[in-house]
């Protein structure tokens, strides 16, 4: 996978992007992050909380696919009503990004999934 900063910086840059953050598959621990646009660091600050629970429902997703005979899923996108979380599986990590309503949704998911393919290459 390219530098974890360099996956960050690339998706943090897309218009819409919230933040971008690279995260422990397995233990939903932060391992990367960009500033949180617009946002309050601190008690304030939702990526800590939402990194550790897309990298558990991202498992919970993983097995229930498993169980379909789906396969591994490629994108998880959790549609709210003030913008969306979009996670993608990279071997080890996942890549959660917290996007506005109104991102370019097409293009945060072709670069997670470009970062994703560069991990297992």
Known sequence: ?????QVVATLSHIPGVIAAMVVGA?????VETSAL??????????RKHT???AAYLYSKVTRASDAARLGTPAFMRLEAEKGHICVVGA???VLVTIV???????????DMMNAARANHE
């Open 100 to 110: 506005t309503p109104d991102a370019n949704l097409g293009r945060v998911r072709l």
């Open 51 to 53: 990194a550790a629970l």
């Open 37 to 46: 646009m617009g946002g309050a660091v601190g008690a304030a600050d939702p």
């Open 91 to 93: 071997r080890d990590v």
């Open 1 to 5: 996978m390219k530098a974890l900063g």
């Open 26 to 30: 397995s233990d939903g621990l932060i």
